[in-house]
Each structure stands twice: as C-alpha cells, then as structure tokens.
C-alpha cells in the first residue's frame, strides 16, 4: 500500500475518533519522535493505524455504503454507564475530567478518557473507588 493511501487512512481514523490536533501531534511526538505524519515511514503508518485501532476506530473494507439517514450513535453510548459512576465519583472527590483524563493516561497510556475501552473504564472506576475509600468519601 502506498503512503498516500496510509496517510489517507490517519486522517480518516484522526478525523472519525473526534481527535483534536493536541492529542493527535502528541501521539506523532511521544510513540515516533515526529511532527507531522508525511513524515513517517510506511511501517510507521501502519503502526499508528494500528493504534487507532486499540483506540476503537474501526477500518472499512472497499468503498464505503451509503449511510442511513438517521444520525451517528454517540461515541460512548456503550460506555455511558461507567462514565456516568466516573462523574459521580469525580464530583464527589471534587475533581475534575482532566483528573480522569490523567488517569487513563497513567494507567493505559490513552490521551483522553473518552478513548477508553469500556474495560478500561471499569478500572478507572475501580481505582476512584480505592481512592474513595481510602480518604473516607461515601461510595454509593
């Protein structure tokens, strides 16, 4: 596969997980050393799709089918329930989502918690529980 068609894909893959140019440059930077993704090598490429796979994106296969006319589902509609329990505790710890983002990138090396697998969310959860009960907060 040629690199203007792997280039195609990041962008693609960049553009379908809601991924703003932060995070998106951060990634360049920590995992290739690069500021820009023409300059990466074909197995560099490939590499990063790869880890936009882990992140949830998802390749289509041939051209693209006509969408139905009904909308996109909400990217963590799955995960809305541990979200939700992340909230909660957040606010009752008197935290912030960037403390949570902090989170998933100590524990998963993910940017952003809205990234994470909803597997992943269940120990982000589990561990604001351990801190919950460790400084005496109510955990409902």
Known sequence: MSSRAN??????????????????????????????????????CVKLLQHFESLGWK???GKPKKK??????PHN????????????L????????????????????IDNIQFCQPDQLRGIVAALVKNAKKEGRRVA
């Open 59 to 61: 390749q289509s296969e």
């Open 90 to 109: 957040l606010a009752e710890a008197g935290r912030s989502w960037a403390y949570a983002d902090g989170m998933a990138k100590h524990m998963y090396k």
């Open 68 to 73: 139905a006319n009904h909308g996109r589902k």
């Open 7 to 44: 280039l195609a894909k990041i962008h693609i893959a960049k553009k379908e997980l809601n991924m703003d140019d932060d995070i998106y440059r951060d990634i360049l930077h920590t995992q290739f050393k690069k500021t820009s993704s023409a300059n990466l090598s074909d197995f560099q």
């Open 77 to 88: 509609m799955n995960k809305s329930q541990y979200l939700s329990k992340i909230e909660a």
